[in-house]
């Protein structure tokens, strides 16, 4: 499902409504409805840890999967930490704010075992997005027509389905190079293979915060060994990729690294503009 802030907030009532009729003490309602109410708010930036350095979330409420909640659930937590708070006051703060969101996906149950019971979400299966539009082989295509229609001639695209290693994308328009690192969103399953259907191993959130941590590394490779080239990163635009950049961009401005959205509607947004959400049809197209 995707969430508003507006649904967020709705569902945390019925959050605390659960606990209350599962009879537990009221310190401890208050506890997990205080600490998953305070993440909630620090998304929307009229929260902040005390003592906290640097600037904080800069977000716009726009609707999010529980796998971008999650996604902020990490720099939620990098913010405790910068604030100086004990390891275990920072696992409390964690902790609760994840019980929420385990709760949103069905995965929790409040005053008893998970069970086929499905408290303000239902299950994840039957509330998963459909991101098949984020996986890299469709991204990949997706730039791939965006080049050509301004303008550029691809010298290079690399094979996705049998992942064909060296750079995804190779483009030339005159004079100019551009080589491009494509990485698409992580699938809850596997799509091919011996195991596809089957679910993977790692949740997608923190598989996403690796793809995008090797997307950052080859483009400085790329960088270093096509000085005759532009380098690019291409993602596809979701919340917990557009929170990863938000906390590097200006350092990758700095280095020269392009990075290109691809939207569902296979527009690509560029320049990337931290904390911004724009409807697809204010996408522009790379130049």
């Known amino acids: 499902m995707i969430w508003t802030d507006a649904q967020l907030r709705e569902a945390l009532n019925r959050f605390e409504q659960e606990h209350i009729d599962a009879k537990l003490l009221p310190n401890s309602i208050r506890s997990y409805v205080d600490y998953a109410g305070r993440f909630l708010r620090w998304r929307a930036g009229d929260y902040r840890p005390r003592d906290a350095v640097g600037?904080?979330?800069?977000?716009?409420?726009?609707p999010v999967?529980?796998?971008d909640l999650r996604a902020d659930l990490s720099a939620y937590e990098l913010d405790l930490r910068a604030a100086a708070r004990r390891p275990a006051?920072?696992?409390?703060?964690v902790d609760h704010a994840s019980r929420f969101i385990r709760w949103l996906d069905g995965l929790f149950v409040t005053g008893g075992p998970r069970a086929a019971r499905t408290p303000g979400a239902g299950s994840r299966a039957a509330r998963a997005p459909d991101l098949s539009w984020a996986w890299e082989g469709a991204v990949q295509a997706a730039l791939v027509t965006w080049l050509q229609a301004t303008g550029w001639t691809i010298e290079r695209e690399a094979d996705t389905k049998s992942g064909q290693h060296g750079i995804d994308i190779l483009a030339?328009?005159?004079a100019d190079r551009l080589a491009v690192e494509v990485k698409g969103?992580?699938?809850?399953?596997y799509a091919r293979g011996e195991r596809a259907g089957q679910t993977r191993k790692w949740h997608p959130a923190s598989?996403?915060?690796t793809y995008f941590g090797t997307a950052v590394h080859v483009a400085m490779v790329m960088r270093d060994a096509r000085r005759d080239a532009q380098i690019a990163i291409a993602l596809p635009d979701v919340a917990g990729y557009r929170t990863l950049l938000d906390q590097v961009h200006a350092s990758l401005g700095d280095l020269g690294v392009r990075m290109l959205l691809v939207r569902p509607d296979g527009s690509v947004l560029e320049p990337y503009m931290p904390g911004v959400r724009l409807p697809s049809a204010l996408g522009r197209r790379v130049r």
């Open 185 to 189: 969103y992580p699938q809850a399953t």
């Open 65 to 67: 999967t529980t796998d």
């Open 55 to 62: 600037p904080g979330p800069r977000r716009s409420l726009v």
């Open 172 to 174: 030339a328009r005159g």
């Open 89 to 93: 006051a920072v696992r409390t703060y």
């Open 207 to 209: 598989q996403a915060r």
